[in-house]
């Protein structure tokens, strides 16, 4: 299955929030990302049918192999590119902003390039 931007955006935060809370529920999601239940339920449901998530019979979410590995890229992209827009002197309100739109588009080899290149000047 491939995935939209907005399954990203819900793959992203669930590990967003596994990481602060431990255990994730749809209500959880529905008001950090601030959509409505029914909303973030029928993403639920298209998440777990593509086998990016496991929901267990209390309703706590966990990511699997899969939607862990596309959640971390994503995140990743999300710290990289937000560095590098602060380090460009973009307000770090406005630097989140822009990198959660770019972190979708961007190719792997752009991203790598950029990510090289922060890494170079952190040494």
Do not use: W
Request: with cysteine; aromatic share 4%; proline share 1%.
């Amino acid at each position: 299955m491939n995935l939209q931007e907005s399954g990203e955006m819900y793959l992203e935060t669930i590990l967003i929030l596994s990481k602060q809370k431990g255990c994730v529920r749809s209500i959880d999601i529905s008001e950090h990302m601030g959509y409505s239940k029914p909303s973030v339920s029928r993403a639920m449901g298209l998440l777990k049918s593509g086998e990016f998530i496991k929901i267990d019979e209390n309703g706590s979410i966990t990511l699997t192999k899969e939607g862990k590995n596309i959640a971390e890229k994503i995140y990743e992209r999300h710290n990289v590119l937000t560095d590098m827009l602060i380090r460009l002197g973009v307000d770090k309100k406005t630097a989140a902003e822009d990198a959660c739109k770019i972190e979708h588009d961007i190719s792997d080899d752009s991203f790598n390039a950029i990510k090289k290149h922060i890494e170079s000047l952190n040494k």
